[in-house]
């Protein structure tokens, strides 16, 4: 991290420690969880998809959140915790848009002027976030520098950070970035997984075999998994971004290695003298070529295995769950599904928990794209 | 011994400084722009117009704590063919002819994952003895600091207008060479600013070490040269410079002009 960001970022983890166990701060994030977002989300029980595939498959809905993903319970942690800092102003940067999305949606809220930085690349194939946010009364900056994707996202707001880094607060969006920001968002994140543990315990009297949820920068998968850390026969799976091929994904904990990014150290898509490659996905959510350093400790430690799901089988996965069980999923998260059909051959009968991170109306033009090819 | 194949270091520049009265002129480009070739001639020029210290940069894919000019230059260096094997040809290939001290300065990964002390190996080898790591706190520096000591490299770190006094001690302390005084809380680009507002703060600096203290970012007029000198032992000039190699290097008497551009900047 720039030197010129150490005090910030020192200033937040002061204040988030002192203000995360604070019974006022948790009950008012509570009120916007339960009163204002739809938590807690279902336990969806998918007999159709188990029966196809000859596994106990549950969903986790944070589909079914207001604003359609995860996002919102980050964005509305940290908007408090930028209210309770007295930030006037927030920036995020968006891949997909739904983060964009939903870092608007609370600076509604709470009243704050909201500038989200987006890569060129991803407001064309994404129209319908880019106008949801405008809609929201953000404002949406095109990012037309490197590869005009989410990292390129993630630098220009770094770069507006540092210009403005007295009065406004950054909202990132996943578990990447220096400290204490994977930290922040998995915290928040991290009530997908608390209140599944206690819904599959409640439906089926024992805990999950398996885990399976989709990597992008992280945070839906660490949400899941963290608080299932200590449940040590509950195996977790990271699904991530296989893209086209080899060369092109953005799988950076299957074909990256150790680097610095963004102020992580966590695994990284990068070229041998160390520069950054441009990654792909058909998700726009996934497009990333970092990811939280948590998960590079989790799969260096093995509590969790990482692998990949390439466009053409998340594209299938996106239909099957559509047409099994009626519910359009993110492509994101369809990576997630997708993987199911692999992980059935080896744990027939298995008792499995998938994240399902959000919906897919956002991608439907994209999936129709790509049909038509 | 190692230490023999570096020229002239930044400690004993700044003591030659001091002797005839001067302060430092600091000179930051990109490697490779607008090529790996012409680099070369840049640098020449830019010791022939005076510079007393040249700042090599080394071009990152994610160059977060730049402005659009650096931004734009290190991204067409890096698509013209920069990289860290080329930086360090050039580097040797210019040993003799090059009297000033250079300093490297660089994101962390291109260093990370070359190996920092195979990086180190190679600056030495090659003449240079300055390095300053943008994005790497010193929080993070006890490997880089130890591998630095041992072959005697100057490792610049930073202080901003924004950093705590306990954390600017900590930072001249794990300096050597000269401590960077960004002037401001921002990226790099030039700006019309008045730099008689950081002379506060950099008193107090000044008062923590007995390093030489030089301010960057946004100088790019003689009068803030000279505003600058007087407050500190030496200012940096950047995005002015790119900015006039992007303007002018496709001309024919390009190099000539880059001279006089460098001794306009500079005070009489």
Known sequence: MPETLFSCLHELDLFYARIKNDKKFKKELAFYYNEYAGRPTLLYFAKNLSKNLGMKIYLKREDLLHTGAHKINNSLGQALLAHHMGKKRIIAETGAGQHGVSAATVSRLFGFECDVYMGEEDIRRQRMNVFRMKILGARVIPVKTGSRTLKDACNEAMRDWVTNVRGTYYLIGSTFGSHPYPMIVRDFQSVIGKEARRQILNKEKKLPDYLVACVGGGSNAMGIFYPFYNDKKTKMIGVEAGGINRNLNSASLNFGEPGVLHGAKTYILQDKFGQVKATHSVAAGLDYPGVGPEHSFYKESGRAKYVTVDDKEAIEGFKSLSELEGIIPALESAHAIAYLRKLAKKAKGSLVVVCLSGRGDKDLEIVEGYLNK | ?268
Request: charged letters at 25%.
């Open chain 2, 1 to 268: 011994m190692l230490q023999n194949f570096i020229r002239m270091t930044i400690k004993e520049k700044f003591n030659e400084l001091k002797k005839q009265g001067k302060k430092a002129f600091i000179a930051y480009i990109p490697f490779g722009f607008p090529t790996v070739k012409a680099t070369k001639d840049i640098i020449l020029t830019l010791q022939k117009a005076g510079v007393d210290i040249i700042e090599l940069g080394i071009p990152f894919s994610d160059p977060i704590a730049d402005g659009p000019v650096i931004q734009e230059a290190t991204s067409i260096a890096l698509t013209r063919g920069a990289n860290t094997h080329n930086l360090f040809s050039l580097l040797f290939s210019l040993k003799k002819d090059i009297k000033i001290p250079i300093a490297l300065m660089t994101y962390y990964n291109p260093v990370f994952k070359f190996g920092v002390e195979k990086f180190f190996n190679n600056m030495v080898r090659s003449g240079v003895s300055g390095m300053l790591t943008v994005d790497l706190p010193i929080d993070e520096s006890r490997e880089y600091l130890k591998n630095a000591r041992k072959l005697g490299i100057e490792t610049i770190f930073f202080v901003t207008p924004v950093t705590p006094k306990e954390r600017a001690k900590a930072v001249v302390e794990a300096s050597s060479g000269f401590v960077y005084y960004i002037s401001v809380t921002g990226i790099t680009g030039t700006r019309d600013i008045s730099y008689v507002s950081i002379a506060k703060h950099l008193k107090e600096i000044k008062k923590m070490t007995n390093l030489p203290l030089c301010v960057g970012f946004g100088i790019h007029s003689k009068k803030q040269v000279e505003e600058v000198q007087k407050i500190s032992d030496g200012a940096i000039v950047g995005s002015a410079i790119v900015k006039f190699i992007k303007e002018n290097s496709f001309k024919k008497d390009f190099l000539k002009l880059l001279e006089s551009y460098i001794r306009s900047l500079k005070p009489n």
